[in-house]
């Protein structure tokens, strides 16, 4: 901690590192409770599109979690925040679970493309009508970039090799409003008055989370738990702050290092 200031806030990731799907990771509940005594302010940050914040938030009750929803701070409302700033009709490639979020947008006569997780829309002839809409010079919105996400059964695809694909065959780049960019961090930072060097983020994508939250000066917890492969810790540098088994190890260690 040489050089940075009085840890004042914490940023968690949600799916991976606190659930996954339906299912708590072991412990998560009572280390939450245990991190809420410690006078620091803390803040949920996902990238997840499969869900508007309403749904997720839901989901998170429902797992015994004590979360308020001005604690959320989804990718889905820094797209909609750059498209009402931008002045554009999306064409919302996003999970239909998640389109209550752009509630009140227009998306006739598209002129823009958002892309976030979509499975039932990533096919040929939609993939098709944002790439001509782009060649037309239309932006793209990547709400992100992830490779890949985890499920129960497996490790599925992510938005971002369908965000690569459509900057790929127009020669456009995305602007990416969710984590990694520093733009997200900060935003999600803000309505706690912290600096990011008074910061910590927890998450298990080494990336996205970790590698982004540190690029804006924050110290990033990698957890081996949601999408964690063996070696992740190795794909960025500078390396996370820590590496723990879980979020409970990483509010173990917040709790007895960094207060």
Partial sequence: ?????????????????LHVEDLAVPGAQEALKRLRHAPVSIRFVT???????????DRLRKLDF???EDEIFTSLTAARNLVEQLQVRPLLLIHDHALHDFEGVATHDPNAVVVGLAPEHFNYDTMNRAFR???????????????????????????GPFVTALEYAT?????????????????ALRSTGCS????????D???DDVGGAQNCG??????????YREGDEEKIDPAPYLICDSFPKAVDHILEQLQ
């Fill in 196 to 203: 990011p060097e008074e910061a910590v983020m927890i998450g």
């Fill in 133 to 159: 809409l782009l060649l037309d010079g239309a932006p793209l919105i990547a709400i992100h970039k992830a490779r890949y996400y985890k499920k129960k059964d497996a490790l599925y695809l992510g938005p």
């Fill in 1 to 17: 901690m040489a050089g940075r200031r009085a840890l004042k806030a914490v940023l968690v990731d949600l799916s991976g590192t």
């Fill in 47 to 57: 990238n997840t599109t499969k869900e508007c914040k309403t749904t997720l938030l």
């Fill in 205 to 207: 994508d080494c990336r």
């Fill in 218 to 227: 924050m110290l990033g917890i990698l957890v081996k738990t949601g999408k």
């Fill in 66 to 68: 004590d979360i308020c």
């Fill in 171 to 187: 020669d456009t780049k995305a602007t990416v409003v969710g984590k990694p960019s520093s733009t997200f961090f900060l935003e």
